[in-house]
Structure formats: C-alpha cells, structure tokens
C-alpha cells in the first residue's frame, strides 16, 4: 500500500461571505468523507493551512529574499492535504474522484510519496 | 441511521451545544448588555475551530475539543478588540474543567435563561432568545419550527435584543437570586412552550423537533439540579415532558405518519423515561400549590397507566380536563375533555364540552377539534356528520404526518 497526498486548492475567496447553513452542509460532506475513509483504513491524516499569511523565501543570486505571500490575486490558493493509502495512482484517483472537494471545488493535485528508502 | 446521517446528526448537536454554552460564558463576562457580540464571537469562534475538522476529521471528544479550541478564539477575538467592545483588555474567561462537559445546565447558561425571560419581552420573543441563545439553535433552525421565514425571526429577534439591552443598561450584573425566584413561572412557562413547539407533528424535518424536545428536558433538568433554585410546578413540569416523551418511540410509524394515543403500540414506550416521571410526580405533591403542570402531568401519567386505551382511567381523566379547563382553558383541554367525556360514553356533555370548543377562535383551523367531532359522530352513528367532520379536518393548514392519519381514517369510511 502506498501513499498517496492530495492537494486540496480553492480559490481564495470560496469560503468568505459563505452562510452559516452552507458552510455547515459543506463541512458535512468534508467529514463525513474523511470518517469514511478512515473507517475503510484509507485516511492516513491531513492539515489544514492557515488562511491568512503566507510567507515566500527565495535566494536571489545568493541573497535571501522574503516576501510575503500568497497573495489574493492568484487564482487558487491552497486550503491544506490530506494523507491517503492507495495501491496505485489508479485507485488514488477513484479515492479523489469521490472526494467532497471535487463537488465544492474544482482541482485535486495528487502525488505519490516516494516510499522506496522506508 | 446511517454513518452518515450519524456525523451530521453529531454535528449539528455538538456545534448547538457548544453555543448555547459559550454564548452564555461570553454574556456572563461580557455583561447581558451584550448578548448580540456574545452571539457573534461564539459563532466565529466555533465556525473557526470547525474548519480544521474537514482535513482531520472528528477529535475523539468532539464537544470537550470544541470548547477548548473556540473559548480560545472568542478570547483572542475579544482582546483584539477589547476597546471597541468596552471590556477591559486583560480580558478572560474561565473554561471550568476543558474536559468535563456538563451534561445539563451551567451556571453561565441557568443566568442567560433568566436573562431571556424577560418579563417585558413577549413570551414568544423569550423563547426565541432561549432557543436561538441558551439552547443554541441557528435562526434558520428556530425559524422552520415556527413556520417563520428566516427573515421575520430575524427582525422579532434584534427587536427582542435591543430592548433586552435597554434593560439591561440598568442593571450593573446579572438578575439577582430574587428575580431568578421571581422568574421562575416564566422560565417554566418558555421550557413548556419549547417542548409543545417541538412536539408538534411537523413537516419536513422531524430532527430539529426532537433537538428542541432534548433542550426543554435538559433545561427542565438544569433547573431541578440547581440547588438555589425552587419553583412550584418545576417537578410537575420534568414529570409532564419525561410522560410525553416516553411516547415518541410510538408516535409515528415506519413511513413518518402520526399515529395516535388510541393506535398506539403501548409496549414501545420508554418504560425508563415513564419511571422518571413519576418519580418527580411524587415529589410534585410536595407543592403547596396545584398548577395547570400537575393537572397536565396528571392526566399524562394515566395514559402511561393504561394497559389500553379503552381501560385509561377515563373518570379520573375528564375530572382533570375540567379542573384544567378552570386554570388553563384552551380549545386543546376542550377538545381532550370532550374525547374523555366520550370515552365515558357521556356524549350530551361530550357534545356540550365541543360545542364550546367549536366557538373558540381558531377551532376550525385545528385538525384535532374535527376528529374528535368525527368520533362523536361516529359514536352516535351519524354517518354523514362523521365524514363532513373528517374532511373538515383534511382542509386544516397541517402537518403531513396529521393529514396522512386523517387520509387513512377516511378511507376507512369509503
């Protein structure tokens, strides 16, 4: 069994000025997902990312610049991952396909852990 | 239930809990001036907590963890901002123990109950407050019970708040032991409200009934717990709601309908919660005083007598539905008195009892005034008035549950 992280971006405005109501129903679906997952020993953990804040370190010729970032402008930002256990990227995929997230939001990024040294 | 509709069922009570809990630690720090600030930051709070849940799932102690986690945002929002709110900003509150979480009633939440019974709001205003402060619930929720738009709820709300506040500019702290004393009827009379609203056969969704049934047991329960509190009535009260929920297991079927006191399957009622009840009947009597709750308790407790609906102890019943009548007259006790009456095969007073239910306002929009008209038609065997009487009742504004009872009762006749 491998691992498996999926990404889970939206865009940066998806959860301002959301209902109470809807925000509920979507955080329902979210859990509902994960108790389900972990429950068939698919869930493996998960972060959420802060949403404000948000720092970028990059070496310019040598010298460390640092800006912060990511800014409102881009079109997604990345709301936090989660752990899974798959076989393949075949079933990481079938798992993402009934990922809440793709009802709510439009992109899963789905990458393999590089296992080969455990 | 499904796993499913486990979670969200989990939710839901959790997050309600939890608010009614830190709206009510937030009023009683922030002062009852400030029930709308302590409303919002206990929802940004507890929306800001949540959202962790989605990418982690559901923490082992899901009420202990969110008390923890959103009493920390409520303070850190709270400091930020301690100046514009005008609360000191060395500001902090106290989670008693993070990991005990009462199973009735806090202090915090006992001192917004009498905040919210207010005796200059209107009753029904009050038990708005309570449900959407002290018991937490969203005013969409609160809304859909009374058949309100989300809208008008809002505006009788802000309404209720804002002369809550001007009554509250007056008094430095909390209502003192007196008014709590002095409160008490009321108090009483918004948990009986909160239980008869959420008892209400309903449409749609037959949860947020049983929630609201929960909260006015629970409330009822906080107020017997609390040691400094007495009230006339309060045993009579518990005794009253714990009878009617006993029977909630039998009162619809597989498929959502109503099914009523006489259809009843009598073996499914909660025997436990039937105990209990009259265990606080006894110490009901202890009252000095008879209150429109032991008479209701009364007659509660010989249905859960019964072994069936014909034996019920109809002498005692309508005795009781009389001495109610004096002290609480509705076209409801009117109505039960007659079906009693009838019971007794006294169907001139029966007739009589009716007739004056027939006069009072509203009578013809309840569903319940027909039916009993229909059974005593049937009784005396006039056909066409039992069939005039049932179709009246289909006609009345009423829950699906009712109305697929009174389809079933109709085609019996056909």
């Known amino acids: 069994m491998a691992k498996f992280v999926l990404m889970l971006p939206h865009a940066p405005d998806r959860y301002q000025n959301l209902g109470e109501a809807d925000f509920m129903d979507l955080m329902k679906d979210y859990i509902g997902w994960v108790e389900d997952m972990t429950a068939k020993g698919k869930f493996e953990g998960g972060e959420k990312l802060l949403d404000e804040g948000g720092k970028i370190v990059t070496n310019r010729s040598g010298s460390i610049e640092v800006h912060d970032g990511p800014f409102a402008e881009v079109a997604e930002i990345l709301g936090g991952y989660m752990v899974i256990n798959a076989a393949d990227y075949d079933e990481a995929v079938e798992i993402a396909r009934s990922h809440p997230h793709m009802k709510h939001n439009e992109t899963i990024i789905i990458r393999q852990t590089d296992a080969s040294a455990d | ?414």
């Open chain 2, 1 to 414: 239930m499904s796993a499913t509709e486990r979670i969200h069922k989990l939710l839901d009570e959790t997050v309600r809990r939890e608010r009614g809990w830190l709206i009510a630690s937030l009023v009683s720090k922030l002062g009852p001036s400030k029930v709308e600030l302590a409303e919002d930051v206990a929802q940004d709070a507890i929306l800001k907590a949540l959202s962790v849940w989605p990418y982690k799932g559901i923490p082992d102690n899901p009420r202990a963890w969110l008390r923890r986690v959103a009493s920390n945002a409520a303070i850190d929002r709270i400091r930020r901002s301690a100046r514009e709110f005008g609360v000191d900003d060395d500001w902090d509150f106290v989670t008693t123990d993070d990991d005990v979480v009462t199973p009735s009633l806090s202090d915090p939440e006992l001192d917004l109950m009498v905040l919210c019974c207010d005796p200059n709001l209107a009753p029904q205003d009050q038990l708005f407050l309570a449900l959407k402060t002290v018991c937490g619930f969203t005013a969409a929720d609160t809304a859909a019970l009374f058949f309100m738009t989300e809208d008008a709820l809002s505006q009788r709300l802000s309404r209720a708040k804002r002369q809550l506040k001007s009554q509250a500019s007056r008094i430095a702290r909390f209502p003192t032991r007196f008014a709590l004393a002095e409160r008490m009827p009321q108090m009483m009379k918004i948990i009986y409200l909160m239980f008869a609203q959420g008892y209400l056969p309903r449409r749609g969704d037959a949860l947020i009934g049983d929630d609201v049934c929960q909260e006015a047991l629970r409330l009822s329960e906080g107020l017997i717990a609390a040691t400094h509190v007495t009230g006339v009535g309060l045993h009579a009260l518990r005794a009253l709601l714990l009878f009617q929920s006993s029977r909630a297991p039998a009162r619809t079927n597989a498929v959502g309908e109503l099914i009523t006191l006489d259809q009843q399957d009598r073996a499914s009622w909660d025997q436990a919660a039937i105990a209990r009840a009259f265990k606080h009947l006894a110490a009901a009597r202890a009252d000095e005083q008879v209150t429109r709750y032991h008479l209701e308790a009364g007659i509660a407790s010989l249905h859960a007598q019964a072994v069936t609906w014909e034996a019920t102890d109809w002498t005692s019943m309508s005795r009781l539905y009389e001495l109610l009548s004096e002290q609480a007259p509705s076209l409801a006790v009117d109505v039960n008195g007659a079906v009693s009456l009838m019971m007794l095969g006294d169907t001139d007073s029966a007739r009589a009892r009716l007739d004056a239910a027939g006069a009072r306002r509203g009578a013809n929009a309840f569903p319940g005034y027909h039916l009993a008209r229909a059974k005593l038609a049937e009784q005396i065997g006039d056909r066409a008035a039992h069939q005039s009487a049932l179709e009246a009742a289909r006609t009345c504004l009423t829950s699906s549950a009712v109305s697929a009872h009174i389809d079933r009762e109709l085609s019996l006749l056909e």
